[in-house]
């Protein structure tokens, strides 16, 4: 049997009734040998990431923890830009003078990616709350908004930090492509194993019912291949 010919799936579901049927009490002779053995660890391995994520799947998430921190921080500059564009404003230059800080680290960092913004963010916060700056936006009864911008960077910087972490150990997994040549080389060997042991007793039936999984196999794909040239 050719494994080479098998999709990912199909390698794992012949695999499983392998198993299956190879754990039948009439097969005792089996129930110990080191190929079974080799041929079940290797299976669990490869099961367990044959239908794994890429990535965390945290996206939505982490775009509405990010808008969180967009919208007071957007609310922010509006208020900043009103006072400092009215002559008459008790806040006229106190309102400059905030709206110069945000500058410095990015006027437009709610439109940075992620990890630009997350980086500018906690460099603005940093300066915004030093005791000279934090009695301004106290004076200006804007402290409330810069303790929100916080606690929504906050949360932000915490799931992003998580999400990456997740994305990072998903990707250093072995992927089941790299994997399946070990699980064919297993299967292979456990087969060649019940063949070369046919002639003895209880070993016959176990390598008929070993090809008749092969067969089924074999059939399925051969019809899915018909259906597909027939709808082409």
Known sequence: MNFRLLSTKELAATTQRTLIVSAEPAFAEVKNNPLLAALDTTYNEYDAVYVKKTYSGKGYELLVLDKDRDMPFGGLKDVLVGHSKLAISPYNQLAKDIYAIIEKHGIGLDRYSYAEETAQMKKLLEELELPANAAK???MKLTPIVTQIRTAHTAFE?????????N??????????SM????????????NLVKAMSSQPGWKELCAKLDEIAKAVYSTKAATKAVEGQVN
Not at 158 to 166: D, Q, Y
Not at 168 to 177: H, N, P, Y
Not at 180 to 191: M, P
């Open 158 to 166: 915490n799931k992003f930090n998580e999400v990456a972490g997740e």
């Open 180 to 191: 399946r040549l070990r699980l064919e080389t297993a299967l292979r060997n456990y087969f």
């Open 168 to 177: 990072s150990e998903l990707r250093l997994m072995e992927s089941a492509s």
């Open 137 to 139: 936006t106290e004076e």
